[in-house]
């Protein structure tokens, strides 16, 4: 399989390739471009997170421990004293980061559940639901997110797929087909969790009315083709 800087390489470069194409059809602005190339940089690691020993494990667990100390600070906001902010800032990053990530540990197993497209809807639509709920993002910039989320953890899976091939032999490994998957028929009660926890994230997520529309009703695909290329000449930008 793909080693941790391939992967974040790759989802770096699919990311990148995403945002360029989506800021090219006017679908989201120049000051957006970061925001969701980072995001899809770092979902391209997320699937790692199954193995104990992943140096996505522990970044994923430093971030969420941070990101949920923020959330809890943010609905106390004001009526907190600074030593107060630090001491519940401190307490809720420690229970994320050893506490629950030592449980996390306990029950999962390298390229089991996180190793999946359902995987990748169900963390897809939870950022979706976040960056709506709790950072007030407008319907179409979370839905934004949910898919860049969604691009960068599926491209992992892809590229996990792609190394289980030797192409020089023509020999296929034991491991192709574990990683991107949609069910695994020795854990399919599991399963089963996660296609109804998936339906409950999209249910309760923002509309996605606007951000689908775009796309069936070729305003998309319209703006794309209209600055794919170049109308006066090529790289006229530096040459004025």
Not at 40 to 66: E, H, M, R, W, Y
Not at 163 to 169: A, L, Q
Request: charged share 10%; hydrophobic share 50%; aromatic share 20%.
């Amino acid at each position: 399989m793909a080693d941790f800087n391939t992967h974040l390489g790759t989802a770096s470069v699919v990311s990148m390739l995403s945002a360029t194409i989506l800021y090219g059809a006017n679908t989201i602005g120049p000051h957006e471009v970061i925001f969701y190339f980072c995001l899809g940089t770092f979902s391209g690691t997320l699937p790692d997170i199954d193995s104990d020993t992943s140096t996505a494990l522990k970044n994923f667990f430093n971030f969420l421990g941070v990101l949920m100390a923020f959330l809890v600070l943010f609905t106390r906001m004001g009526r907190l004293s600074i030593l107060e902010m630090m001491i519940i800032w401190a307490a809720v990053f420690s229970i994320v980061r050893y506490g629950i990530f030592q449980v996390f540990t306990w029950y999962t197993i390298h390229r089991g559940l996180f190793h999946s497209i359902p995987a990748a809807l169900a963390f897809g639509l939870t950022v979706g639901i976040i960056c709506d709920q709790f950072f007030h993002m407008s319907p179409m910039k979370s839905w934004i997110s949910s898919f860049f989320v969604f691009v960068g953890y599926l491209s992992h899976l892809i590229l996990d797929e792609i190394y289980s091939i030797e192409f020089s032999s023509a020999r296929i490994k034991w491991t192709f087909g574990s990683a991107c998957k949609l069910l695994s028929i020795d854990s399919w009660h599991y399963y089963i969790y996660l296609y109804l926890l998936v339906g409950v994230l999209f249910y309760i997520a923002p509309d996605a009315g606007p951000f689908f529309k775009q796309f069936t009703d070729g305003t998309f695909m319209a703006a794309m083709l209209e600055n794919f290329y170049p109308d006066n000449g090529w790289f006229q930008a530096f040459l004025k």
